[in-house]
């Protein structure tokens, strides 16, 4: 079953404004990475956050991670047209096998 | 650094026909690649798991004499899509692990093959 479940579906928004996308997952996981997709690209790796982060950086990104809660929120501040794209988060499957489990994705329309 | 190249990056072909898709690690080796399938405004679905050296590991439901996989070595995986049909028709994107890193380290995509099967 699909782990990642992610709100909102959709986000449109004017650029300059942030944007906030969040992720829940069901089990416990050692770590957290988010992805972003261009229309018809690949995937592209934002930030990973492991359990015992609680708050990561990277630029405009900003990622919380709450275990206890289970989720997490991506934070786009100051947003920009390019930013416009898919965004997934990914919790690693049980079992240390590497493989990945996507959320549904939240798709971000930031309009100039 | 850290580059993953598909080819093709589209593909059109004939219902009944098989369509090889390349997956290559550019700068770094890769003893794991992952295959997965995309629908239109759906997420990613890992169809299986590509090991160097070894027989792919396939999820359920993926076919494997349908979706054959070889992983010829540490830069490069393909996967075969055999007597294609319209159902098919899907984007395919693969991602590599670096062997430096871990199992549950950052994947690195491709940039997806559109297969169009008519």
């Known amino acids: 079953s699909q782990q990642g479940e992610e709100d909102p579906q959709a986000l449109s928004i004017q650029e300059g404004e942030n944007a906030t996308m969040n992720c829940s997952y069901k089990?416990?996981?050692?770590?957290l990475q988010w992805y972003r997709q261009n229309s018809g690209r690949g995937l592209v790796h934002l930030i990973l956050?492991?359990?015992?982060?609680r708050e990561k950086h990277s630029g405009r990104l900003r990622v919380t991670l709450d275990t206890s809660k289970k989720s997490s929120s991506l934070l786009i501040t100051a947003s920009r047209a390019a930013d416009t794209a898919s965004y997934f988060c990914?919790?690693?499957?049980?079992?240390?096998?590497?493989?990945?489990?996507f959320g549904q994705g939240t798709t971000l329309q930031v309009k100039p | 650094g850290a580059v993953v190249s598909q080819h093709p990056s589209r593909v059109i072909c004939k219902s009944g026909t098989s369509v090889k898709i390349e997956c290559r690690s550019l700068?770094?080796?890769?003893?794991?690649m992952f295959w997965y399938r995309q629908f239109p405004k759906q997420s990613l679905m890992l169809m299986a798991t590509?090991?160097?050296?070894?027989?792919?590991?396939?999820e359920q439901g993926v076919e494997k004499d349908k979706f054959l996989i070889n992983h010829a070595s540490l830069t490069l995986s393909t996967l075969t899509v055999t007597s294609a049909h319209p159902e098919d028709s899907s984007f395919y994107i693969c991602?590599?692990?670096?062997?430096?890193?871990?199992?549950?380290?950052?994947?690195?995509f491709g940039p997806g093959t559109r297969l169009l099967v008519l």
């Open positions: 991602s590599a692990v670096s062997i430096t890193s871990g199992p549950q380290e950052t994947q690195y």
């Open positions: 089990t416990s996981i050692n770590n």
């Open positions: 700068d770094f080796q890769a003893t794991t």
């Open positions: 990914a919790t690693p499957r049980a079992g240390n096998t590497g493989k990945l489990i």
């Open positions: 590509s090991n160097e050296g070894s027989k792919a590991t396939y």
């Open positions: 956050i492991r359990s015992n982060e």
